[in-house]
């Protein structure tokens, strides 16, 4: 601790220089604990997600969707409780901009599969009689200022009705709470099935996949393989996944998020060792006199050494800490975007731990050029 | 007098490129406790070489160099570093000061290597700024202080760790004679009054007749050695 001041103010010789390594220092280590909070915080939430519902798609493409004959089917599978499906229906309100959450589906057994759905039964029984019936969630009603009872023209980017028209007229009958269901990826926006079956102008007697909820999640897989080879060498091959691995496989779609997070940090980590590394040479060279004098006055090469080291520890672990606290802030500011994400406590342990490796791989060569200096040539300017 | 100091034989030689340069050839001497010689000599006659080599900043080719009975050129660097820490302050023409400390973070440097609290500390470093006249510049950085202000906290510096020797390289070399004056009153004090051994190299015959002993060395041989009437 006694050298602190001596190590602080080597620290800060050129301040314009420190500040500017340190802020470049924070920039990358904001950017590793965004991206891997992202990460890690998807993680979560798929582990979290329910291994007892499964998801039954095409198994050509998701876009492709499955016939709706299949409904039956895939309930005789023994182990299946209930059977629901969805069609994506691409709403919108007014403009393109207000993009919602629309799913097409089947009001009798949506919510046996989604037991966790908040919402008064005489609602979701408003919502099977009326065929124009939508439930939307909580958050878009006040978002819009909706109410039950309201009629709303919901416009498709997709399906374009028999008559020409893209304006499905809906009727608010319903307003949900889904926060159990993470909030910011669950639909939000449910017109019924057949209201969108019968006025598509193409596609009719599909629907885009079916959610299986079973009676005991440790059988999932035979049920998964028991519900595919029923339709195994049909036209339409279904694939069958836990929602875990299925909400996996959606963020695959959009591309690896892992291998870009990683990739992105990487090279601004690694990029950040030549610029660290480079100010601390700077710095060594220009000071070399100075830590002659320390070395006269009785400070042995170890010590010099380590002062040096010390301070690339400061820089670095000063500003990464820093970085990863706005991180963090950002995560708090913008949980409303990221719904459960957050940066883990591994994610600053480990950024804690980079920033320390950083110092030490970026201080040890200039650390290790104090030790060489000759001090009779150092004080002589040579 | 004790000899506090033996040279016996010293060679010293540099290798400047693929040129050997022998600065020294084959000096003996002997400096007792207490005493305060003044080197004296043209430029290149091998003054400062011989300094570095009393102080332990420097090893010779050859030959025996013994402080205090202590075989210093017989030491590796670590232990010699110690030992520098130990017996020896350094005062030097352009001061060296570290420009980033203030005036009593400076001189509170060599106390750094020692097992003294932070309030031992303290005190001696308010001491010593006091023997040498700025108690009140303490904060101050060096770029804030005369040439003068700075000579006396680097002696400051020097003192604050009681050493035995103190060594001293042009320490007036960089101040105007007002100045200068001033230093070498101090260095004398801490001579006459603590029984320092100092060892001064000098251009300049007045700050060398402050001296108790005056050398002169010539292409690295002693010369003439002559101690001042008292």
Redesign the interface.
Known sequence: M??L??VW??L??KKVRTILTMLSVVVAFLLFGLLQGINLGMDHVFQSLNVDRLYVQSRISMSDGLPLSYLKQIRSVPGVRAVTHWSYFGGFYQNVQNNLPVFAIDASTQFAVYPKIKIPNDQVAAMRRTRTGAIVSAEIAARYGWKIGDKIPLQTSIWTMKDGSDTYPVDIVGIMDIAAYNAGSFPAFYINYEYLDEARAFGNGSVLYYIVSIDDPRRGSAISAAIDALFANSSNETTTQTEQVFAQSQIKQVGDINLIANSIVGAALFTLLFLTGNTMMQSVRERI??LA???????????VLALILLEAVFLCVFAGLIGLGLARMAFLMMGSLFGALSPPALVMETGLGIAILLAVVSGLPPAWRSTRIN??DA??GR | MNPAIRLNNIVKTYIRGRQKVEVLHGLSLEIGQGEFISIMGPSGSGK?SLL?LI?G??TPTSGELAVAGERIDKLS??RR??W???NIG?V?QFY?L????SAG?NVE??L??TRLT?AQ?RERVAAALQLVGLADRSEHKPGELSGGQQQRVAIA?ALVADPSIFVCDEPTGDLDRESAEGILQLLQMLNRDQGKTIIMVTHDPLAANHATRQIYLDKGLLVITAARAA
Do not use: H
């Open positions: 006694k050298y001041g001596l103010a080597g800060w010789r006199p100075e004098v320390l070395k006269t006055l009785g400070f042995s090469d170890r010590k001090i009779v004080l002589a | 400062t570095n102080a900043l420097d660097s670590a570093a110690a520098r820490a130990r350094f030097f060296n570290l420009p980033v400390l973070r440097v060599p750094l290597l932070a500390r510096r």
